[in-house]
């Protein structure tokens, strides 16, 4: 039976690399995969990031930059543009609560951050929802599906705006 659960605990910069924890088929080892991604993205380290994610045509990203991407390839040149352009960019996940089923760990909430660039600074506030699916073996959770959302309009412009600069 699925169960949820509020987590006290924040994913940001201060997030490990904890792929071996990965691995485990508890929820636990579910955490320790968006732990992951946290690090991977506020650390620039694409290798993480690809060990994430899973393999599949149906992987899919849907945010307010790259629109709806499918497919690992897509993914990962999105956040490369990311991580090998001119700008910093950090983000905090937090308010998070997670839906637990047999195989599957949904993780919703909120991501806070910034964006910086050329002594810019445009703040991030973005809904997020990412979910992750258990592949047993050596693949462990895998992140399969990331949705975020801004919902101020005016920051969502600024934020296109830097990044198309960029």
Known sequence: MPTSQALSRTYG??????GVEAREP??????????CFYFAFNQRSLDVLE????????????????GIM?????IRAL??????????????FYD????VGQ??????????????????????????????QYFGGQLGWRQVHHHGSIDDPEALARYQRAVQQA
Request: hydrophobic letters at 40%; zero cysteines.
């Open 103 to 132: 195989d599957t760990v949904v993780f919703a909430g909120r991501e806070r951050g910034e964006f910086i660039r050329d002594g810019r600074t445009v703040p991030l506030a973005i809904r997020t929802t990412r979910v992750f």
């Open 26 to 35: 508890t929820v636990e080892g579910a955490r320790a995969a968006i732990e």
């Open 96 to 99: 998070v609560v997670e839906y």
């Open 79 to 92: 956040y490369q543009r990311i991580f090998d352009g001119p700008a910093q960019v950090w983000v905090e």
């Open 70 to 74: 499918r497919g690992l390839d897509d």
């Open 13 to 18: 910069r201060d997030a490990a690399d904890r």
């Open 51 to 66: 060990a994430v994610w899973a393999q599949g045509p149906f992987v899919s990203l849907n945010n307010p930059l790259g």
